[in-house]
C-alpha cells in the first residue's frame, strides 16, 4: 500500500473543512496509508516582499524535512491534469515508489527553491484556491484517482 504524505502549511480553522478532511481521510484509508502533515505559518510581518520572500524561506525548511522519494507541489503554474490523467500518474507512481509526498503552500505558495526540489508540478486549475480549501479539494481528488484506478463507482 502506497504511503501519501500531504505536507501543507497553515492550520484548518472551519469546522466544516475539518470535518471534509475527516472524510476523505477515512475514505482513503481503503488505499493508501496516508499522513497529512501540517505545519504552522511563518507569517510575514509586513506586507512587502522581501518579508513574503523571508516567511517563504522559513517555511519552506520545515516542508523539506517531510519530503520523501518522489514529491509533487501543489502549483498554479503546474501542469493541469484531468481527473483521469492525475489516476494514471499515480498508478504509475506506485509502481516506482511506495511514498509520495505532495506539498501545498499557505496563502502565498511555496518558495521558487522548494518548488524547484521536487519531481514535478501540479497545478488544479489556474483559479486561485483558498489553501485551506485546496486540502480538500486535493482529498477529493486523490480518492477519485484510486475510484478510477480499483474501477470503483464514484467518478462520472
Do not use: W
Amino acid at each position: 500500500m502506497i504511503k501519501i504524505n500531504l505536507v501543507c502549511v497553515g492550520d484548518i480553522k472551519e469546522q466544516y473543512l475539518r470535518d471534509a478532511i475527516k472524510e476523505y481521510s477515512k475514505r482513503l484509508t481503503k488505499f493508501c496509508k496516508l499522513n497529512i502533515v501540517e505545519l504552522k505559518e511563518n507569517v510575514a510581518r509586513q506586507n512587502s516582499e522581501q518579508e513574503i520572500l523571508n516567511s517563504l524561506k522559513k517555511d519552506s525548511v520545515e516542508m523539506k524535512k517531510h519530503l520523501s522519494s518522489y514529491n509533487i507541489c501543489l502549483d498554479i503554474a503546474g501542469k493541469e491534469l484531468s481527473s483521469e490523467d492525475f489516476a494514471k500518474k499515480l498508478e504509475n507512481l506506485s509502481l516506482k515508489t511506495s511514498e509520495i509526498s505532495f506539498l501545498i503552500g499557505a496563502s502565498n505558495g511555496i518558495d521558487e527553491e522548494l518548488k524547484n526540489d521536487c519531481n514535478e508540478r501540479i497545478s488544479f486549475s489556474k483559479m486561485t484556491f483558498p489553501h485551506q480549501l485546496m486540502r480538500v479539494i486535493f482529498l477529493e481528488q486523490l480518492y477519485r484517482a484510486f475510484t478510477i484506478n480499483n474501477n470503483i463507482a464514484y467518478h462520472k
